[in-house]
């Protein structure tokens, strides 16, 4: 699991980053989401148990998605609902064009964890 809650979701193969510290898991059962027919599945680690909700059908597109982060005191949980999936959206590539405004710099790196001290 990656640091940033529901990133996972968000790797062109989610399946090998969610899985990789899987210990186990199951088919909860079928079960509702807005309206949607999904299947549910939970999973357990070590460190984190997430579940997830997968819409029935030809286009099993996530639909929500569950952490609870066993290492931290009270045990934290994050939910997040994904909904208006469009899979046949095209965008152009300007769409994701950098336009930095005037005097911005570029910086060399950027801090991947909170509160690092860093030589």
Not at 5 to 15: I, M, N, R
Not at 28 to 47: R, S, Y
Request: aromatic share 10%; net charge negative.
């Amino acid at each position: 699991m990656s640091g940033a809650p529901a990133a996972d979701l968000l790797y062109s193969q989610p399946y090998d980053v969610l899985t990789e510290q899987v210990k186990g898991g199951r088919l909860v059962g079928k079960e509702t989401i807005d309206g949607v027919e999904a299947n549910h599945l939970a999973f357990q680690g070590d460190d984190v148990d997430w579940q997830i909700w997968i819409q029935d059908g030809p286009q099993p597109l996530p639909l929500r998605y569950e952490i609870t982060t066993k290492t931290m005191k009270d045990e934290p949980e994050f939910s997040v609902r994904l909904s208006r999936w469009q899979p046949q959206a095209h965008f152009d590539e300007a769409t994701f064009r950098s336009n930095p405004p005037a005097g911005s710099k570029k910086v060399a790196s950027f801090p991947t964890s909170c509160g690092a001290t860093h030589p």
